[in-house]
């Protein structure tokens, strides 16, 4: 049974840090390229950030380039967004995805909402 379940979401000051988690199961997790995707009320999802199955390389939505960071620990199976100095405009709900590569299916985590208030 495939599993992706995201962590770490909360209520945060602006210029604050979190640091989300998404832990994956049932699937190969070192052959999947890793995205977060946030979604704002009453828009599409967006990509956030990208890391390649093997970790060598990164994406960012210009949005967040500089701020978050995305990791990812194979021994694990658990990918990472370190988001730092937080804007209210980073309040969204944050989704865990796994492409597979070669068969190109997508898994979805159910979410974890952030929010960036003072």
């Known amino acids: 049974q495939v599993q992706l379940v995201e962590s770490g979401g909360g209520l945060v000051q602006p210029g604050g840090s979190l640091r989300l988690s998404c832990a994956a199961s049932?699937?190969?997790?070192?052959?999947?390229?890793m995205r977060w995707y946030r979604q704002f009320p009453g828009k599409e999802r967006e990509l956030v950030a990208a890391i390649t199955s093997g970790g060598g390389g990164t994406n960012y939505a210009e949005s967040v380039k500089g701020r978050f960071t995305i990791s990812r620990d194979s021994a694990k199976n658990t990918v990472y967004l370190q988001m730092n100095s937080l804007k209210p405009e980073d309040t969204a709900i944050y989704y865990c995805?796994?492409?597979?590569?070669?068969?190109?299916?997508?898994?979805w985590g159910k979410g974890t909402l952030v929010t960036v208030s003072s």
């Open positions: 049932g699937f190969p997790f070192s052959s999947s390229t």
């Open positions: 995805n796994a492409l597979r590569e070669f068969s190109g299916i997508n898994y």
